[in-house]
DNA sequence: CGCTGGATTGAGTCCGGTCAAGCCTTGTGG
DNA sequence: CCACAAGGCTTGACCGGACTCAATCCAGCG
């Protein structure tokens, strides 16, 4: 999940996604797609960062996922997106039509690079199910950080989303996930530099926690 | 969802695994695989019902999923399983090994029918995500008993997991998935046959309720 | 330097978990 | 065919962790 962990293939499809495609900003909370838009474009994160969510009738959100530089949004989808898809930050994207790609690089090299994404995609959603199923609040939040960290190297963690995405992301208010980072700080689990930058001073207690063992 | 729905690249991927896999049959609770097991096989569940699940450490359960007859197990994982796999009951399911498969009848089809099996198992565990981030305890039994009924015609919905099964599905305890299908008894829109067996007599208020919409 | 909106903290409530009885179905053996 | 045992399911009483409501704090910005 690291930078360096991405197969060949989808790096390589990144590179041609950066040739091909055009490159669009988007402004704090703008929409990038919006749910049950056609899902035709590929999208790779050039800077900043996006959020995936669902909106229910009665406001209720859940984020389903969160991408950073170097990562694709698009390929897990249908003929239309099931998701909405929104800048965290000011963004830059580059946007690519999937019909394009294929014209210029179809072929089984570029079918397998689209199924090896859809694939980490998978593997991304199952482990955030196994947080939402069966872990506690603390648990979730020191999951969500330990992911987060695992993104740069160091362990100096960025944590560019509002308290409001977290909680949204964790399937939990606001208040509970501001009480775990707290309860984090006062057992010197982190030490904070700002509201949204941290350090993980005692990782293997925090991925003790997160791991869903007793901790002592 | 149901049946019918399914793409043809990925019926007549299922054709092709009878053709050539082996029939192996498992007695109830036996595992089929075991996480980190080789994920080099494919199976199709020809009768019964599976589950795959992820165990920790400190006994939690979490299940991912369930697979009934026509569905394929499998696709979704790389070198190496992330879920162990166990029969509901009894079972019968059909296996080949990728690489058979690959070698008889490799190509851009295979690989096209693999990539829509991974691309649906997507969208379930999406969907999965939402109701384990966003919904009460009375949503999830809605939402799940919906789900089974979309997988057979009729208002009969055919339910052959355990209740601990099903907790250990939507996230509750078994208590609570008692309770709730107790209470939709209580107010009609559900009548059971058998513990295993209901009739959804109220299907507009069970989708009301499983759409997170507040009921009257 | 004050304003604004996100973040933190506190107090009280409630939903779902825990613990503990019973019930009912299923299967088995007399 | 019935008696009984075993295990899954249901129900009840109580508890606790996360939510709700509310007040403050504080960082970023004009």
Known sequence: MAYDAHPPAETSMAKLVLRLGVKLRFAKDQEIFAQSDAADLLYLVVSGAVRTMRLFGDGRRQIAAFYFPGELIGPEAGAVHRFAAEALDETV??????????AVAGGPELERA???????????????LLVLGRKSAAERVASFLLTLARRTPGLHVSVPMSRQDIADYLGLTIETVSR????????QYISATSTHQFRLTGLSALQTLASGEAAA
Do not use: M, N, P, Y
């Open 114 to 128: 689209i199924w090896q994404a859809t694939r980490r995609e998978l593997e991304r959603v199952q482990e955030h």
């Open 180 to 187: 775990g980072i707290s309860e984090f700080k006062r057992r």
């Open 93 to 102: 994207v580059v946007a690519v039509r999937l019909s394009t790609l294929d």
